[in-house]
């Protein structure tokens, strides 16, 4: 019968069985948070900035945003009402507004 022993040293895992060591890692079992920034793409940055548009051009008349949602955003990009939330937050996003500025700057560069 084999047993499976794990040991913590010095933030390090030895584990191991009563045949041999079978592997040594490092870090905290599991509890590790990844800290990566997700790259965002010029498409995603343009898609985000004609939505918030549509939304500014439509929210001052009053009308509600599922109502905002249904007239004038679904049938051009044909996304629900969760992704719209969604991309009205990521537009206070530092690193989806750089992009749109990076992308306007660009395009003013243009001839």
Known sequence: MRHLIALYCKNKYFCGSNKGLLF???G???T???NRQKIVGMSYAFRVADIISIYDMHA???LSNR???RRY???KYHICEKTF???INASA???ILNRVEEAQRQLSLSF
Do not use: A
């Open 93 to 95: 996003d530092e690193r």
């Open 67 to 69: 109502e905002i949602l």
């Open 24 to 26: 040594v890692f490092q």
């Open 32 to 34: 590790q948070r990844k």
């Open 73 to 75: 955003i679904w049938p």
């Open 85 to 87: 939330y969604n991309i």
């Open 60 to 62: 001052r008349s009053g």
């Open 28 to 30: 905290n079992m599991g």
